[in-house]
């Protein structure tokens, strides 16, 4: 059984009909997908009882692996490649990085060192150069290619503690985190999730964390800020996930590099706005913090997962993210591994190289400018049939409701079951919201006036319950 099963797949990596199926299929998929429902119908969804089997003795024939995929998991996606999904800042798949992907899942490298992947190491290098130079980063600045902007946030973090312990005299990689002196970190009340997420993995705890009172577009208020100094970091936004507001970058940076602190912004998705003439304002003086982390798979459309730590101190961040080990054969030349939390990756800065080769300066900036005008339509439109837009679209994000937190939901609910489009909710500083992310490069201005009618229709629907 072992020895037929080797080599039957041999076989299939002869022939490649299963190569092809799994074509086919994708194929089929893709020409579905700006059609279909946006989200999985229930029939659809109880159609996933069918993966609830035992453990299988026997193996199954390739095919049918594929095909049961294919009829019961392809309609249990959210149609997030099409261009009426806004729910949370996903973004969909650029077709030359999907395609890229397609061929290094091909070469199956692992990214961890130079000798391991020339090629990958190479692009590594080249896309830490281009990213730098499009966001407006200090010539010089170390990137590392992690699974997404919570990993990326993890790294720099970790590189902050690191050196502001080692300034009070403090060897975290030696002394370890008890028992260290105590480091103070500052950040907006509507600060991500997954910054007090890493902050928590780094033993700062959220009682330890100075939240600084924000305006009503989510910006920190720059008259509450307390004294920072040499051992404290200021963690900043590049785009607020409900809001996409920006911080005031240039003047809170000037107070920060003053005393000393050390300045990290989260732009998940919102520090691609740098790379556009249009929406660069909302970024001026990014470049005057020491670490930043940004997604490719949200804004760039990159396909998952593709997130970028970016460090001013290329020194740091190899410091915090170092391993040892007799058999790790450290070059001359780029090894990844230095720059992020783990050892083996995909190589995922193959499809972000192609993004941005393909694209190039211009394509960026018609993508960016692109999601920012559709966001800035659909909160023109929204508001035209009634709806209250509760934030100023100044990237991406859009936040609506109707009349009272009730009619809100009902009519959120009433869209959500068309499935014509699919968004989620919110609460903005206690107020109840629908909250539109309009992050897919495929997103037309039809898109959104259907959108829009599955809204004029729910609010129909309930004036007539
Ligand atoms: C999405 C997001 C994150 C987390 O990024 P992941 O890629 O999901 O890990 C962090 N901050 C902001 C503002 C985000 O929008």
Redesign the pocket.
């Known amino acids: 059984m072992g020895n037929n099963i080797i080599r039957d797949m041999k076989k299939q990596m002869e022939e490649k009909d299963i190569y092809e199926y799994a074509k086919e299929c994708a194929f089929s998929y893709m020409d579905n997908v700006g059609e279909r429902e946006v989200y999985p119908k229930k029939d659809d969804l109880e159609l996933l009882k069918r993966f609830e089997e035992a453990l299988p003795t026997e193996g199954c024939k390739d095919t049918e692996i594929l095909k049961m995929l294919h009829d019961y998991g392809s309609s249990n996606t959210v149609a997030q490649t099409g261009g009426r999904y806004f729910g949370f800042?996903n973004g969909g798949a650029l077709p030359i990085s999907l395609a890229t992907r397609w061929l290094t899942d091909v070469w199956d490298q692992n990214a961890v060192l130079h000798i391991a992947s020339p090629i990958t190491s190479k692009l590594e290098e080249i896309c830490e150069k281009w990213i730098v130079e499009l966001l407006g980063l200090p010539e010089g600045t170390a990137a590392g290619f992690v699974?997404?902007?919570?990993?990326a946030?993890l790294c720099a973090l970790a590189a902050a503690r690191n050196t502001l312990l080692n300034r009070a005299g403090w060897d975290i990689s030696k002394q370890g985190l008890f028992g260290a002196p105590e480091i103070k970190v500052v950040l907006s009340q509507d600060a991500?999730a997954?910054?007090i997420k890493a902050l928590s993995l780094l033993g700062i705890g959220y009682n330890q964390i100075v939240k600084v009172e924000s305006d009503s577009q989510g910006r920190l208020m720059i008259d509450k800020l307390p004294s920072l100094d040499e051992k404290t970091i200021l963690i900043l936004?590049a785009?607020?996930?409900n809001t996409g507001a920006y911080d005031d970058f240039d003047t809170l940076c000037d107070i920060a590099q003053k005393e000393g602190a050390w300045i990290h912004i989260?732009g998940?998705?919102?520090l691609w706005a740098a790379a556009s003439d249009n929406t660069k304002h909302l970024t001026k003086g990014i470049s005057k913090a020491d670490s930043w982390?940004v997604?490719a798979?949200?804004t760039l459309n990159v396909p998952y997962d593709c997130?970028i730590v970016l460090c001013k101190h290329r020194d740091k961040i190899i410091a915090a993210m170092q391993a040892r080990g007799e058999y790790i054969l450290y070059g001359s030349k780029r090894d990844g591994m230095l720059y992020t939390s783990d050892m083996s990756r995909r190589a995922r800065a193959v499809e972000l190289w192609a993004a941005i080769k393909y694209l190039g300066r211009e394509g960026i900036q018609c993508l960016v400018n692109n999601l920012h005008e559709n966001a800035v339509y659909f909160a023109k439109q929204l508001r035209k049939v009634g709806f209250q837009v509760l934030n100023d679209v100044v990237f991406n994000q859009v936040l609506v409701n109707y009349k009272d937190e009730q009619t809100t939901k009902n009519i959120l609910k009433q869209v959500q079951d068309s499935r014509i489009c699919w968004c989620g909710e919110t609460k903005w500083h206690e107020t109840y919201a629908i909250r539109l992310s309009v992050c897919s490069w495929v997103t037309t201005k039809d898109d959104i006036d259907k959108s829009v009618s599955s809204f004029v229709d729910a609010i129909s629907n309930i004036a007539n319950e």
């Not at 699974?147 to 990993?151: I, K």
């Open positions: 800042v699974s997404g902007s919570s990993n946030a991500h997954t910054i936004q785009g607020n996930v989260d998940a998705f919102g982390s997604d798979h949200k997130g």
